[in-house]
């Protein structure tokens, strides 16, 4: 009997110590980040490196927070594919690498305050190698070595919208690009402002891309594109440049300089053809239109004004030059044909309301209108 006793007093013991360490077990054995992160709010440690994440409502993506003294590099390491990365105004010395579809976009939206300067001027600031990125709302600057870029495209189907380029030897450069939308950006003080090659079905809209030492926006080898309402002015050469290039649409474009220099330009197509240039006003330029070896093109209803050389084509046939106002051009003849052929002359005005003077040379034939 005595016996028995003994054992019930220490089942008894044992159970009343269980119970009071029950809590502590829980706690270290069952702990879980993700649920002490979904009660305390998060708290911005700008001396670490913790990349702060929130749920969305949906649960479809997630939000991560980069403060300065975070990496935005470790953000995109650690993100997954529709995360979108949100930055807060301050300076961030990283060139980034983009390998996954991704939204990074400044907290501000004003790239005055939310800058990302190269920590290497010979890599791109921003390499894109993924479909479906958006980037949004920073000051970008420092790629300035030898064919590195503030932003470089090598994927698809994005967004690059409101950021300020200045100081990249490229300030946003298309590589085997397509299906990027391109919209209010600025890209100054580069070689060239934003420059496409071997892309198509491209928008670029209302962007800003001048005082660069070349060119303000220069495609190559680049078809289906679409350029509207972009501003490309006192670039070195020319303010747009086509080589090689088909079935481009330029609409509504302005191109002026601050004075006439020799070969301070304006649009320049070169071995280019279907190409359509609608309501551009150029002025100011020492060419303001000038097709070489190009053909089958569509000039229409552009204002032509104060440039030294106005329309020039020079082994350009099958053209359509129709509507255009060429006005106060200081070169006599406002359209001069070399060695042109087959092309169609039609409705082009000086501001006097008369017809515009044409020169052409002796191999010049069948052009209609002239």
């Not at 003994?6 to 502590?24: D, N, S």
């Not at 911005?44 to 003294?69: F, H, K, Q």
């Amino acid at each position: 009997m005595q016996r028995n006793t003994k054992i019930a007093v220490a089942v008894l013991i044992a159970l009343a110590g269980a119970y009071y360490a029950l809590p502590f077990f829980y706690e270290t054995f069952n702990y879980c980040p993700a649920m002490e992160e979904e009660i305390h709010p998060a708290v911005n440690d700008t001396d670490s490196e913790e990349i702060l994440r929130t749920l969305n409502d949906t649960g479809s993506w997630n939000e991560v927070a980069v403060y300065p003294g975070n990496s935005i590099q470790k953000a995109i390491n650690g993100a997954a594919s529709g995360d979108i990365i949100v930055v807060y105004p301050g300076t961030y010395t990283e060139n980034l690498f983009v390998d996954k579809p991704l939204t990074l976009i400044s907290h501000s939206g004003n790239p005055d305050d939310t800058v990302i300067r190269a920590n290497d001027f010979e890599n791109h600031v921003f390499h894109v190698s993924s479909d479906h990125v958006a980037i949004n709302g920073f000051n970008i600057t420092g790629a300035g070595g030898r064919g590195k870029a503030g932003i470089y495209l090598h994927g698809s189907d994005g967004n690059i919208t409101g950021n300020r380029l200045v100081y990249n030897d490229y300030g946003i450069f298309l590589k085997d690009a397509g299906d990027w939308a391109l919209n209010n950006n600025s890209a100054s003080k580069g070689k060239y402002g934003i420059y496409l090659s071997d892309s198509g079905l491209n928008t670029l809209v209302a962007n800003k891309a001048n005082n660069n030492s070349w060119y303000g926006v220069y495609i190559r080898d680049s078809g289906n594109n679409k350029l509207d309402s972009n501003l490309a002015n006192s670039n070195g050469k020319y303010g747009i440049f086509l080589r090689n290039s088909g079935g481009n649409r330029l609409l509504g474009n302005n191109i002026s300089n601050p004075g006439i220099k020799v070969d301070r330009n304006g649009i320049l197509l070169e071995d280019s053809s279907k190409n359509k240039l609608i309501n551009n006003d150029v002025s100011s330029s020492w060419r303001a239109v000038s097709l070489g070896n190009s053909s089958d093109n569509e000039l229409s209803k552009n204002v032509i004004s104060m440039n030294y050389f106005s329309i020039c084509l020079d082994g350009s046939d099958n053209n359509k030059l129709l509507d255009n106002t060429v006005d106060s051009n200081v070169y006599k003849y406002e359209l001069t044909l070399a060695n042109s052929h087959n092309n169609t002359l039609e409705g082009n005005t000086a501001v006097s309301g008369l017809g515009v003077k044409v020169w052409s040379d002796p191999y010049s034939e069948n052009n209609s209108g002239s």
